[in-house]
């Protein structure tokens, strides 16, 4: 599988991003698609999911209330709506991919696929 993940820039605190995840390549209707974030000098932190079988997501509770995820099935899209951002969440985005298993998975190593990152940089 094959990830692009683009839509990242600079913005001010209190604004608004939506980040893209293209996929392609194998095609499978169980896994997951989710979305990290590696701040300098930081652990890769996990953001949101959402499972390719239903479309149910689950987003961590540090940004839960101001980050969504949702796709469009028919682009291969993931998306990572962003708003009300704050300088803490000033990271490299990082979409992944997995080809299998039916839960919500928020640990990177359950990853194997992985886009190159976009830079989301938000000033204060």
């Known amino acids: 599988v094959q990830l692009q993940a683009s839509g990242g820039g600079l913005v001010q605190a209190g604004g608004s991003l939506r980040l893209s995840c293209e996929v392609s390549g194998r095609s499978s209707g169980s896994g997951a698609v989710g979305w990290f974030r590696q701040a300098q000098g930081k652990d890769r932190e996990f953001v949101a999911t959402i499972k390719r079988s239903t479309g149910a997501t689950y987003v961590a509770d540090s940004v839960k209330g101001r980050f969504t995820i949702d796709r469009d099935t028919a682009k291969n899209t993931v998306y990572l709506q962003m708003n009300s951002l704050k300088a803490e969440d000033t990271a490299t985005y990082y979409c992944?991919?997995?080809?299998?298993?039916?839960?919500?998975?928020?640990?990177?190593?359950?990853?194997?696929?992985w886009g190159q990152g976009t830079q989301v940089t938000v000033s204060s």
């Open positions: 992944a991919a997995r080809t299998y298993g039916t839960g919500f998975y928020v640990i990177a190593r359950h990853y194997d696929d």
